[in-house]
């Protein structure tokens, strides 16, 4: 039977009848606990799962950690919307989705321990939550567990998250390939990913021959949202020295922290893109934050939840598989808040990899 989906000699090894082990690989949830355990443990004895569809998931009770705001529309729409798409990708499969709220950091460990021995929790999902200790705790639950746009530094989780590096290193990319030298950056660095966008961002300053400085090209704020992105930016407009030239294209972490620009800017008798482009790493809330259509560099949402679930069937099908990390890659919208700057041809350092020879 090796490999092979043979549902009468799974019956006669478990001693349970034939619809109980077809309800049991099709994903039903209508059988105990006890006669599942026993029909997956000989089918992945007997390599069965090798040759299943990875359309077919194989458990029926998922618990998602994340932090409180992710399960409000109005507090993160980010958020929001990837667990959404976890309820997307289950929706098709007789699967009960469960929620606990935790804190990135420092989350209650007692409550995380209580929740993941709860019988009823057969695998758990992780989104945006930071903590090392959960990170180590999950492990040893010996549970199938997905990290969603977090990063496990030692290794012991599959995981999915937007690529944000090469987010950042293309989104900046854009605005010197349409003339822009001067390109400052507004963004949020209170978690890993956001470091990882910067840390792209000085790769195509890297790339481009510009060097790149905090001090000049970089406003670092505490969260994302509109008015303390309009704050910063006025105050950063307000110190510059008499004569110093204003930034030709300001690079924002997401669309309210753009529409903070913009109002800004506004304020300043500054108009977009006219005097200043603006692009935005985000892309999804146009509509409902600004009357100028943002430029932007959609990063995937939607689609984590789809391929969080992806990996923890992997994870079901393949238990000794090495551990993956993916990530999604982003795609450019041209609309209305980036045009040309106007005279400023990018005009590359000379650069050589070798000392130049003496003649």
């Known amino acids: 039977m090796k490999g092979k989906l043979n549902i009468q000699q799974i019956a006669d090894q478990t001693g349970l009848s ?6 049991v690989l099709a994903g039903k949830n209508n059988t105990s606990s006890k006669a599942r355990d026993r029909v997956l443990e000989c089918a992945k004895s007997q390599g069965v799962f090798n040759g299943l569809s990875t359309g077919r998931l194989m458990l029926n009770n998922i618990m998602i950690f994340a932090p409180a705001r992710a399960f409000d529309v109005r507090s993160d729409i980010f958020y929001y919307k990837v667990v959404q798409g976890i309820l997307a990708a289950t929706a098709h499969h007789e699967v009960r989705v469960r929620y606990c709220a ?6 209650n460990a007692a409550l995380f321990i209580a929740k993941m021995t709860d019988p009823l929790t057969e695998a758990a ?3 945006g939550i930071d903590d090392p200790h959960i990170h180590l705790l999950a492990a040893e639950m010996g549970k199938p567990c997905v990290l ?12 999915v998250s937007p ?3 090469s987010m950042g290193d293309f989104a900046c990319d854009y605005l010197f390939s349409q003339g822009h030298q001067h390109i400052v950056t507004l963004q949020c660095l ?12 000085k790769q195509a300053f890297t790339r481009h021959h510009q060097t790149f400085s905090d001090n000049h090209h970089l406003i670092n704020t505490s969260g994302f949202g509109a008015q303390e992105s ?3 930016l006025l105050e950063y407009l307000d110190a510059l020295p008499i004569g110093q030239p204003l930034p030709t294209a300001i690079l924002a972490g997401g669309d ?12 300043k008798g500054i108009s977009v893109p006219g005097d200043i482009s603006v692009l935005s790493t985000d892309g999804f809330n146009l509509a409902e934050i600004h009357d100028v259509l943002l430029t932007a560099v959609h990063v995937p949402r939607d689609e984590l939840g789809t391929e969080a679930i992806a990996l923890l069937q992997r994870r079901m099908l393949r238990p000794d598989a090495p551990y993956t990390s993916q990530l999604l890659q982003g795609k450019l919208v041209v609309r209305e808040s980036v045009r040309k700057a106007s005279g400023r041809a990018v005009i590359p350092r000379p650069h050589h990899l070798y000392d130049q020879p003496v003649l």
């Open 18 to 23: 034939i619809s109980t082990v077809s309800r």
């Open 102 to 107: 935790m804190e990135e950091e420092n989350a």
């Open 125 to 127: 999902l992780l989104v």
């Open 148 to 159: 969603v746009n977090c990063h496990d530094r030692h290794m012991r989780h599959d995981s």
């Open 163 to 165: 690529d944000h590096q």
């Open 190 to 201: 209170r978690r890993h990913t956001m470091e990882l966008r910067l840390s792209g961002i």
């Open 230 to 232: 309009e704050q910063a």
């Open 256 to 267: 309210y922290m753009a529409s903070g620009v913009v109002a800004a800017l506004s304020k």
